[in-house]
């Protein structure tokens, strides 16, 4: 049956007001991206990069989904079981645009994670008490369940899955990524049908691999890519 797997990356949430990795200012003007989100600088800086992440798990409780959000949200209510919503994105403005079902290939900063027993449980906007034991073994060594570069990506057999499921009936929709982490372009080669939405054209991605190619905020270009993903299920 055709169906539609979304990828999305920090462009999406974007114009909630979370910043993107790779665009100028915001949070990166301030911080390193590879001191902060590397297993590296984990080990050496345990305290600091928790801190960050705290920060950074109070500053969603304030933030809102944008149309591109609901717009997903929309599509997975009205074809149950035919969207897939795969993100890159730790943060939970999925869930609150009332996504049914999210894979976050790198993690969510709204959980914890136990790295004794890998037990992961729901923390909300709360920060991680350096003495924070695990609700499940006791254990005290607690952290972000936010995967960082060096780190293994577990979710991604999920990723993985979906990309071969495209061969046949499957469209997919990419969404404010620049391509550093995952290989978008190689992804659309396997789908018969292929929507890309970034703001421009990027030396990192062949976007010749998409038939359709929207540069333009994932906000206005959300009704656009609706209606193509209608006219492909309907
Ligand atoms: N609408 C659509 N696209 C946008 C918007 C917007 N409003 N704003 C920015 N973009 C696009 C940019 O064109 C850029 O291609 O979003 C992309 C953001 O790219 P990155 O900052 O590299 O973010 P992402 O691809 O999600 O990063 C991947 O890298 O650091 C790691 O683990 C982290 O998940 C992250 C991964």
Same mark, same amino acid.
């Given at each position: ?6 990828? $999305?990356?920090?462009?999406? $949430?974007?114009?909630?007001?979370? *910043? ?17 989100? *590397?297993?590296?600088?984990?080990? =050496?800086? =345990? ?27 929309? /599509? ?7 969207? /897939? ?23 969510? /900063?709204?959980? +914890? =994670? ?25 254990? *005290? $060594?607690?952290?972000?369940? @936010? ?30 990524? *620049? ?32 038939? @359709? =190619? ?7 270009? +959300? ?12």
């Amino acid at each position: 049956m055709r169906h539609v797997v979304f990828l $999305s990356g920090a462009g999406i $949430s974007a114009e909630s007001g979370i *910043s993107t990795f790779r665009d100028s200012g915001g949070l990166w003007d301030t911080y390193d991206v590879m001191e902060v989100c *590397s297993a590296g600088a984990f080990q =050496r800086n =345990r305290h600091f990069i928790m801190d960050f992440y705290n920060k950074r798990r109070k500053d969603l409780a304030t933030v809102q989904p944008n149309p591109a959000h609901f717009m997903i949200a929309a /599509l997975q209510r009205e074809f149950p079981g035919r969207v /897939l919503n795969l993100t890159q994105n730790v943060d939970d403005l999925f869930e609150k645009a009332g996504c049914q079902h999210t894979i976050h290939l790198h993690g969510e /900063l709204t959980k +914890a =994670r136990c790295e004794r027993c890998g037990f992961v449980w729901h923390i909300g906007y709360r920060d991680i008490d350096p003495e924070e034991r695990c609700p499940s073994c006791k254990g *005290s $060594s607690v952290r972000h369940h @936010v995967v960082m570069f060096h780190e293994e990506a577990p979710e991604y057999e999920h990723l993985y899955a979906a990309i071969e499921g495209l061969a046949h009936d499957g469209m997919l929709v990419v969404i404010g990524t *620049s391509g550093f982490v995952l290989p978008i372009d190689e992804f659309a080669r396997m789908a018969p049908h292929s929507i890309l939405n970034n703001l421009e054209p990027l030396p990192t991605i062949d976007e010749s691999a998409f038939k @359709v =190619r929207l540069y333009e905020p994932a906000t206005s270009a +959300a009704p656009k890519i609706a209606a193509m993903v209608r006219e492909y299920l309907g």
